[in-house]
Protein backbone atom coordinates (compact mmCIF):
# COMPACT_ATOMS: atom_id res chain seq x y z
CA UNK A 1 0.00 0.00 0.00
CA UNK A 2 1.48 3.29 -0.74
CA UNK A 3 1.73 5.97 1.59
CA UNK A 4 -1.30 8.46 1.40
CA UNK A 5 -1.13 12.24 2.01
CA UNK A 6 -2.87 14.08 4.86
CA UNK A 7 -3.82 17.30 5.53
CA UNK A 8 -1.21 19.94 6.49
CA UNK A 9 1.36 17.78 4.51
CA UNK A 10 3.74 19.31 2.03
CA UNK A 11 2.50 18.52 -1.74
CA UNK A 12 5.10 16.82 -3.38
CA UNK A 13 5.98 19.53 -5.78
CA UNK A 14 6.30 18.35 -9.81
CA UNK A 15 6.94 19.25 -13.14
CA UNK A 16 5.30 17.68 -16.31
CA UNK A 17 4.54 18.03 -19.69
CA UNK A 18 1.02 19.14 -20.86
CA UNK A 19 -0.79 17.93 -23.74
CA UNK A 20 1.17 20.68 -25.71
CA UNK A 21 4.55 19.29 -24.17
CA UNK A 22 5.05 22.48 -22.28
CA UNK A 23 6.50 22.11 -18.70
CA UNK A 24 4.34 22.89 -15.81
CA UNK A 25 5.99 22.87 -12.64
CA UNK A 26 3.80 22.66 -9.27
CA UNK A 27 6.02 25.34 -7.63
CA UNK A 28 5.53 28.09 -10.32
CA UNK A 29 2.06 27.96 -8.90
CA UNK A 30 2.66 29.14 -5.16
CA UNK A 31 0.40 31.97 -4.14
CA UNK A 32 -2.36 30.04 -6.00
CA UNK A 33 -4.89 27.59 -4.68
CA UNK A 34 -4.42 24.33 -6.91
CA UNK A 35 -6.54 20.97 -7.41
CA UNK A 36 -4.87 18.32 -8.58
CA UNK A 37 -7.02 15.71 -9.94
CA UNK A 38 -5.45 12.12 -10.83
CA UNK A 39 -7.51 9.93 -13.31
CA UNK A 40 -6.50 6.53 -14.81
CA UNK A 41 -7.10 7.36 -18.54
CA UNK A 42 -7.69 9.91 -21.41
CA UNK A 43 -10.80 9.07 -23.31
CA UNK A 44 -12.28 6.75 -21.27
CA UNK A 45 -15.91 7.07 -20.31
CA UNK A 46 -16.04 8.00 -16.21
CA UNK A 47 -12.58 10.16 -17.25
CA UNK A 48 -14.54 11.68 -19.66
CA UNK A 49 -17.34 12.89 -17.48
CA UNK A 50 -14.96 13.49 -15.07
CA UNK A 51 -13.36 16.36 -17.09
CA UNK A 52 -16.06 17.57 -18.61
CA UNK A 53 -17.34 17.80 -14.59
CA UNK A 54 -14.24 19.91 -14.29
CA UNK A 55 -14.66 22.03 -17.47
CA UNK A 56 -18.44 22.87 -16.54
CA UNK A 57 -17.22 23.97 -13.03
CA UNK A 58 -13.98 25.71 -13.89
CA UNK A 59 -15.60 29.10 -14.05
CA UNK A 60 -16.79 29.08 -10.38
CA UNK A 61 -13.83 27.29 -9.51
CA UNK A 62 -11.66 29.91 -11.08
CA UNK A 63 -13.31 32.98 -9.66
CA UNK A 64 -13.18 31.10 -5.83
CA UNK A 65 -9.23 31.08 -6.74
CA UNK A 66 -8.61 27.57 -7.83
CA UNK A 67 -6.35 26.44 -10.86
CA UNK A 68 -7.00 22.65 -11.94
CA UNK A 69 -4.63 20.07 -13.47
CA UNK A 70 -5.40 17.19 -14.69
CA UNK A 71 -2.51 14.10 -14.25
CA UNK A 72 -2.61 10.70 -15.94
CA UNK A 73 -0.04 8.19 -17.21
CA UNK A 74 -1.29 9.05 -21.07
CA UNK A 75 1.52 10.34 -23.78
CA UNK A 76 1.24 14.33 -24.54
CA UNK A 77 -0.89 13.28 -27.91
CA UNK A 78 -3.61 11.55 -26.08
CA UNK A 79 -4.03 14.11 -23.72
CA UNK A 80 -3.98 16.71 -26.59
CA UNK A 81 -6.44 14.26 -28.59
CA UNK A 82 -8.77 14.22 -25.50
CA UNK A 83 -8.45 17.94 -25.00
CA UNK A 84 -9.91 18.86 -28.28
CA UNK A 85 -12.64 15.94 -28.29
CA UNK A 86 -14.23 17.33 -25.29
CA UNK A 87 -12.92 20.79 -25.33
CA UNK A 88 -11.38 20.81 -22.13
CA UNK A 89 -10.52 24.70 -20.49
CA UNK A 90 -7.51 22.87 -17.94
CA UNK A 91 -4.18 21.69 -18.34
CA UNK A 92 -3.94 17.87 -18.57
CA UNK A 93 -0.28 16.53 -17.46
CA UNK A 94 1.60 13.71 -18.42
CA UNK A 95 3.13 11.11 -16.06
CA UNK A 96 4.22 8.44 -18.04
CA UNK A 97 6.82 7.03 -15.52
CA UNK A 98 4.06 7.39 -12.54
CA UNK A 99 6.46 8.94 -10.44
CA UNK A 100 3.91 11.66 -9.45
CA UNK A 101 1.12 9.74 -8.79
CA UNK A 102 3.45 7.47 -6.89
CA UNK A 103 4.52 10.30 -5.00
CA UNK A 104 0.55 11.18 -4.20
CA UNK A 105 -0.20 7.78 -3.39
CA UNK A 106 -2.69 7.65 -6.66
CA UNK A 107 -0.70 4.73 -7.88
CA UNK A 108 -1.16 0.93 -6.65
CA UNK A 109 -3.84 -1.75 -5.64
CA UNK A 110 -7.54 -1.02 -6.11
CA UNK A 111 -10.44 -2.85 -6.94
CA UNK A 112 -12.05 -3.51 -10.34
CA UNK A 113 -15.06 -5.49 -10.88
CA UNK A 114 -14.08 -7.65 -7.98
CA UNK A 115 -10.91 -8.04 -8.42
CA UNK A 116 -7.59 -6.50 -7.21
CA UNK A 117 -5.55 -4.62 -9.83
CA UNK A 118 -2.75 -2.48 -9.74
CA UNK A 119 -3.85 1.06 -11.29
CA UNK A 120 -4.19 4.57 -11.38
CA UNK A 121 -6.20 5.81 -8.30
CA UNK A 122 -9.06 8.36 -9.12
CA UNK A 123 -7.63 10.59 -6.70
CA UNK A 124 -8.03 15.05 -5.58
CA UNK A 125 -5.93 17.20 -3.86
CA UNK A 126 -6.67 20.49 -2.87
CA UNK A 127 -2.82 22.54 -2.46
CA UNK A 128 -3.25 25.77 -0.73
CA UNK A 129 -1.29 28.86 -1.93
CA UNK A 130 1.45 27.81 0.17
CA UNK A 131 2.15 24.49 -0.82
CA UNK A 132 0.46 22.48 1.61
CA UNK A 133 -2.47 19.79 0.89
CA UNK A 134 -5.69 21.10 2.12
CA UNK A 135 -7.93 18.55 0.78
CA UNK A 136 -6.85 14.89 0.03
CA UNK A 137 -9.61 12.97 -1.57
CA UNK A 138 -8.86 9.14 -2.48
CA UNK A 139 -10.84 6.59 -4.58
CA UNK A 140 -13.23 9.07 -5.35
CA UNK A 141 -16.44 8.57 -7.88
CA UNK A 142 -15.88 9.69 -11.43
CA UNK A 143 -19.69 10.92 -11.62
CA UNK A 144 -20.72 13.71 -8.96
CA UNK A 145 -17.06 13.85 -7.72
CA UNK A 146 -16.45 17.83 -8.91
CA UNK A 147 -20.08 18.53 -7.51
CA UNK A 148 -18.82 16.75 -4.37
CA UNK A 149 -15.71 18.94 -4.32
CA UNK A 150 -17.46 22.10 -4.99
CA UNK A 151 -19.34 21.54 -1.29
CA UNK A 152 -16.21 20.44 0.44
CA UNK A 153 -15.16 23.83 -0.82
CA UNK A 154 -17.62 25.74 0.27
CA UNK A 155 -18.81 26.90 -2.97
CA UNK A 156 -22.21 25.49 -3.07
CA UNK A 157 -24.68 26.04 -0.63
Same mark, same amino acid.
Not at 3 to 22: C, I, V, W, Y
Not at 27 to 39: A, N, P, T, W
Given at each position: ???? $?????????????????? /???????????? @????????? &?????????? !??????? $??????????????????? /???? *??? /? $?? !??????????????????????????????? @??? &??? @??? /??? @?????????? &????????????? *??
Amino acid at each position: MTDR $LTAGSPAPDFTLADENGD /QVALSDLRGEKV @IVYFYPAAS &TPGCTKEACD !FRDSLNS $LKSAGYRVLGVSKDETAAL /QKFR *DEQ /Q $LN !FPLLSDPDLAVHRAYGAWGEKSLYGKTVTGS @IRS &TFV @IDE /QGA @ITLPLYNVKA &TGHVASLRKKLGL *DA
